[in-house]
């Protein structure tokens, strides 16, 4: 099991920016892809941001080229850099890994296939 601690998570006006920060620990396997999901009060978790183990990346619309995912595999941590945040933006952001055969990163982006998540770190964006 993999352990995830976010951090980073805070309120900014709309326009500004934010570092997110996910520690991890434990096993997290050669074959691999970490992600970042928010959700907001009665909406499913949206997977908006994914790496893979070879540091491919994939992104939703709404976050390309407003967002960057990276890690840092030294540190053994996961980042999402968010820049020009609007209120739309305003979630609760989770980190989560998975296992992951290199099928398409589509799949690390659904939040039923995986295999531990953080708390959470709230993200809140004033107008």
């Known amino acids: 099991q993999v352990q995830l601690v976010e951090s980073g998570g805070g309120s900014v006006q709309a326009g500004g920016s934010l570092r997110l920060s996910c520690a991890y620990s434990g096993f997290i396997g050669n074959y691999y892809c970490m992600s970042w999901f928010r959700q907001v009060d009665g909406k499913e978790r949206e997977g908006i941001a994914t790496?893979?183990?070879?540091?491919?990346?994939e992104y939703v619309p709404s976050a390309k080229g407003r967002f960057t995912i990276s890690k840092d595999n030294a540190k053994k941590t996961l980042y999402l850099e968010m820049n020009n945040l609007t209120p739309e933006d305003a979630a609760m952001y989770y980190c989560a890994h998975r296992r992951y055969g290199g099928s398409g990163l589509y799949i690390c982006r659904q939040a039923h296939g995986i295999d531990s998540w953080g708390q959470g770190t709230l993200v809140t964006v004033s107008s």
């Open positions: 790496i893979d183990n070879d540091g491919n990346t």
